[in-house]
C-alpha cells in the first residue's frame, strides 16, 4: 500500500498538536504497545523514551524505512505487517489518523481487538465530520471523515468505548473556513499548519474543556477490552 508522504512531512512541524494529543492520551497508553501505521515516526518519537514497550508497523516501504533509520540503535521493533500477521497481543493498540486510510475500516477495528489483551486498550484518532471532506482529505488517500456514531454503532462483545470525544475546536473553524475560501487548495501551505500549530492550537486546549470535548475537528475513541 502506497500513501502519499507530502502531508507527513508538513505535519512532522505540528509539534504543538501531537504534544496535546499526547497530554490526552498518556495515561492510557500501558506496557506493550503497538502503533499501526507509523508513517514517519512523528507520534512515536513523542513517547518512545518512557518505560514502553513499542512496536510500529507501516505498509508503505519509503515509510518503513525511513522508520528503521530515524529509530535505529532504539529499543523499537518496527515491522511492515498487516495486523491480521502479528503473531502477539498487546496492551495497547494505536491508530493515529490511519483509520481513515483503510476502506473496511469496521473489520480493521475488530481485527485490532483480537490482539488486544484482557484490560488493554484500543486508541483512534480520526478526522471528524464528514462534512468537511475535501481535496485535501482526497489527495491523501482518505476515504471518509468520521461522526461519533461509527464508534457507537460498532457491535464490542468483549469490550467497551471507554471515551470518546472531539478535539481541536478552534482547528474545526480553520478547517471550515479553508475549505470555503481555498476550494482548489490540496496541501495546505507551511504558514497554514504553523499558525494552526503554534497559535490555535493552544487556544484549543482552553476552548476544548471548556465545550466539554463536544467539537472539533478531530475525534478520539478509546476502547477498553474486557
Known amino acids: ?3 502519499p508522504g507530502l502531508e507527513l512531512e508538513l505535519f512532522e512541524k505540528a509539534i504543538i498538536w501531537r504534544t496535546y494529543v499526547y497530554i490526552i492520551l498518556k495515561k492510557f497508553i500501558k506496557k506493550n504497545v503497538l502503533e499501526i501505521g507509523a508513517g514517519i515516526g512523528s507520534f512515536t518519537a513523542l513517547y518512545l523514551n ?3 514497550r513499542v512496536t510500529v508497523t507501516d505498509l508503505d516501504k519509503e515509510n518503513y524505512e525511513f522508520l528503521k533509520k530515524r529509530f535505529k540503535g532504539k529499543k523499537i521493533i518496527i515491522t511492515n505487517k498487516k495486523i491480521k500477521n502479528v503473531k502477539k497481543k498487546f496492551d495497547t ?14 473489520n480493521e477495528v475488530y481485527n485490532s481487538l483480537k490482539m488486544v489483551k484482557t484490560g488493554g486498550r484500543l486508541i483512534f484518532l480520526v478526522p471528524a465530520h464528514q462534512k468537511l471532506f475535501s481535496k485535501f482529505d482526497k489527495e491523501i488517500g482518505h476515504f471518509r471523515r468520521y461522526s461519533k456514531n461509527f464508534f457507537t454503532s460498532l457491535k464490542l462483545k468483549d469490550s467497551k468505548i471507554e471515551k470518546l470525544f472531539h478535539l481541536d475546536s478552534s482547528g474545526y473553524l480553520l478547517y471550515f473556513l479553508n475549505k470555503l475560501f481555498f476550494k482548489n487548495e490540496t496541501y495546505p501551505t507551511k504558514f497554514k499548519i504553523f499558525i494552526w500549530d503554534k497559535i490555535f492550537t493552544p487556544i484549543s486546549f482552553i476552548l476544548d474543556w471548556l465545550l466539554g470535548y463536544k467539537m472539533g475537528k478531530n475525534i478520539i475513541c478509546i476502547i477498553k477490552k474486557n
Do not use: C, G, R
Not at 93 to 106: A, G, P, R, S, T
Open 93 to 106: 493498540i494505536m491508530y493515529m489518523n490511519v483509520l481513515e486510510h483503510i476502506k473496511n475500516d469496521k
Open 1 to 3: 500500500m502506497k500513501y
Open 50 to 52: 518512557s518505560n514502553l
